[in-house]
C-alpha cells in the first residue's frame, strides 16, 4: 500500500519509493550477470552468460500465462502468495551453490 497511500503532493516520498523499487529490480537483475560469469568456465564466460540470458527471457516470457490464470481466478492475494512462493522456490533452488567461490568448487568440470 506505499504509493496508493502516498499524498499526491509528496515528491520526495514518491521518488524514494520509485528509487527503491528501481533498486530492488536493478540489484538482483545485474547480480545474475556477474554470478553467471563468475561461475562460467573462464573460456566460455560469453557463452554462459548468452545461455543465463535466454534462460532468464524465456522465463520472463513464460510467466505471464500462469500468473495471469492466478490471478483472474483467485485474486490479487493468490497473486501476489504465488510469487512469494516463486521466490522462496528459486531460493531453495539456489541452496547447494552458497558455499562456491569460483567455477572448481562446483565439480561440473573435471578437468579443472
Known amino acids: ?25 536493478y540489484g538482483p537483475q545485474n547480480l545474475i550477470g556477474l554470478i553467471g560469469a563468475e561461475m562460467s568456465h573462464p573460456a566460455a564466460v560469453a557463452t554462459g552468460n548468452g545461455v543465463l540470458g535466454w534462460i532468464s527471457y524465456m522465463g520472463a516470457a513464460a510467466a505471464g500465462l500462469p ?37 572448481k568448487d562446483l565439480k561440473l568440470f573435471p578437468d579443472l
Open 67 to 103: 500468473l495471469s490464470i492466478v490471478l483472474t481466478k483467485y485474486g490479487w492475494t493468490a497473486f501476489f502468495y504465488c510469487l512469494v512462493g516463486c521466490t522462496g522456490l528459486a531460493g531453495l533452488l539456489l541452496l547447494p551453490y552458497i558455499n562456491a567461490r569460483n567455477v
Open 1 to 25: 500500500q506505499g504509493l496508493l497511500m502516498a499524498p499526491s503532493g509528496n515528491h520526495l516520498y514518491l521518488a524514494a519509493s520509485v528509487a527503491s523499487v528501481g533498486f530492488g529490480v
